[in-house]
């Protein structure tokens, strides 16, 4: 009994010999007997709770959420930023009524971006409640997405002209505009009063209706003609705006030199305020062959005089009664404040111009010049000088 006793208390004793740090010599049967390994700690209760284990799952699923998210993200920000792919300048055209998700996959179908998807995302969260206009936009080699955007959302297209110059007839300039090929649609059926566009070279865009610029100039004459109006001389022999719309576009086809518009409205008023009729040879063109215009090869013969149309300015007296095409700003102020003359004549020179008379005889003698001039040009026996001839 003594020796169980000492047996058991002698492990104890070597124990607490080792902890002191002292070597305590073992027998052969306690060197092959296996050391005690020191068990786990218990789980507690509480970390083998479900909730728990649930709870932990859901945050390692939005830990690696967001670590996907970022990246994507990073991926998303550097792409659209990034050089595109596009290698040479070209021309990109953004539908009227274009959904983004329809431009982003039209770029990315024209090699313009790489990514549809993210130039949607990234452009939906610059754009925020902007959007992207339509029309036709050049797209430099290189552009990056955000660039693309932004030239999208500034709206600053690719802008044709139509040029609609000083002299033509409302039925030209819709001709013009008709044979177009960047504009779209109809022109309005019922042709505008003659004189009522304003000459002038119209900026558009591709997707931009005839109709458009048909309203553009209309509105547009009829404020320059209020402003010029305005400020006329108030000598006038002229009763109305009509009147004078009238008589500024027989100016405008009467000359196309600067410094002649003043002079030759000086000589229709002179005229108009003595009674005798104006004889202007455009106002007879407009009544022989309306506003389609009279072609190019064939000169006004003598016969043309004795036409009688409401337009005959030979025959009539005063002014006709509309006016004989559009006129622009410069003939409109010619008419509002004319040069102080005494010419009641003029007539072609044979270099562009014209040569002004206060007489009869005068006129004559420069109708004398004019045809010795012109005797090179094998006009047709009854052809006629230009300009106004002598009152009959």
Known sequence: MSDATETSAAPSSRENAASQGRIVPKSPNEALRPEKVPQPPRRSKKAKSQLVIFLNFVMTVVVLLTAAAAGALYYAMSSYEARGPLTANTNFIVPNGASIVQIANNLERGNIVSDARVFRFMSEAYLDKETLKAGEYEIKAGASMQEIMELLKSGKSILYSASLPEGLTVRQMFDRLAADPVLEGDLPRELPPEGSLRPDTYKFSRGTKRAEIIAQARAAQETLVEQIWAKRDPDLPLKSRNDFVILASIVEKETGIADERSRVASVFLNRLEKGMRLQSDPTIVYGIFGGAGKPADRPILKSDLDKNTPYNTYMIKGLPPTPIANPGRAALE???????????????????????????????ANVRRWRKLEAQRNL????KPEGTVPAQ
């Open 380 to 383: 047709p026996p009854d052809a």
């Open 334 to 364: 010619a008419v509002a404040n004319p040069s102080r003359t005494g010419d009641l004549y003029f007539v072609a020179d044979g270099s562009g111009g014209h040569v002004f008379a206060a007489t009869l005889d005068e006129h004559n």
